[in-house]
Nanobody
Framework: QVQLVESGGGLVQPGGSLRLSCAAS?????????MGWFRQAPWNERELVAT???????KYADSVKGRFTISRDNARNAVLLQMKDLKLEDTAVYYC?????????????WGQGTQVTVSS
């Protein structure tokens, strides 16, 4: 099976920075079409933050453009999210996402989430 393991969340003051990391662990061979990050704040729906395809194409939510940068570490099957100039409204649980294929089955995979809290 494939597991997405996140790290890097925490508490930061407004204007601060954090880096999230998500590595796809595997015991079997799989292909990656895209990886990325979604987030969910209390009483809100889960929303896209940023994604990156296997070809390197990126997509960002308008609210994070210019502040967040997504990148991939292909050697570790990992995706990174560098977050700068964090705002109170960035507070949420951040979920790693993978559009992966195992054998003939392509499906969405999710990490368990990591809390990001922006507070003074």
């Amino acid at each position: 099976q494939v597991q997405l393991v996140e790290s890097g969340g925490g508490l930061v003051q407004p204007g601060g920075s954090l880096r999230l990391s998500c590595a796809a662990s595997r015991k079997i061979f799989f292909s990656i079409y895209a990886m990325g990050w979604f987030r969910q704040a209390p009483w809100n729906e889960r929303e896209l933050v940023a994604t990156i395809t296997s070809g390197g194409s990126t997509k960002y939510a308008d609210s994070v453009k210019g502040r967040f940068t997504i990148s991939r570490d292909n050697a570790r099957n990992a995706v990174l999210l560098q977050m700068k100039d964090l705002k109170l409204e960035d507070t949420a649980v951040y979920y790693c996402y993978g559009d992966l294929q195992i054998g003939a089955v392509r499906d969405d995979y999710w990490g368990q989430g990591t809390q990001v809290t922006v507070s003074s």
